[in-house]
Nanobody, 125 residues
Framework: QVQLAESGGGLVQAGDSLRLSCVASERAFSNRSMGWFRQAPGKQREFVAAISRAGYNTQYADSVKGRFTISRDNARNTMYLQMSSLKPDDTAVYYC??????????????????WGQGTQVTVPS
């Protein structure tokens, strides 16, 4: 069973930056593609970004392209989401997720098997 733990959320002002981290409990972390999703109150969980197992391939939602950067450090079993130019629309609980596959697949949350508990990011308007 893979356990994922997010950290780094908080309350920031519009235009600020924030870095989220996701630490995985298992050594097989480097074999898995990973992703970030977010869910705002009253909305469905939506895809934010994904990264292949070695980090060579990444994918982003249109709403965050050019502002967010996903990365990973397999030696530390850790994935990151660097967020810049934050907007009120970025306010949500951010979740990290892991797949059983090494490559990036569909953006659907159904493709991900393991989930963290989430970390809140709030950008007041």
């Amino acid at each position: 069973q893979v356990q994922l733990a997010e950290s780094g959320g908080g309350l920031v002002q519009a235009g600020d930056s924030l870095r989220l981290s996701c630490v995985a409990s298992e050594r097989a972390f480097s074999n898995r593609s990973m992703g970030w999703f977010r869910q705002a109150p009253g909305k469905q969980r939506e895809f934010v970004a994904a990264i292949s197992r070695a980090g060579y391939n990444t994918q982003y939602a249109d709403s965050v392209k050019g502002r967010f950067t996903i990365s990973r450090d397999n030696a530390r079993n850790t994935m990151y989401l660097q967020m810049s130019s934050l907007k009120p629309d970025d306010t949500a609980v951010y979740y990290c997720a892991a797949r059983d596959m090494p490559n990036i697949g569909t953006m659907s949350f159904r493709a991900y098997k393991y989930w963290g508990q989430g970390t809140q990011v709030t950008v007041p308007s």
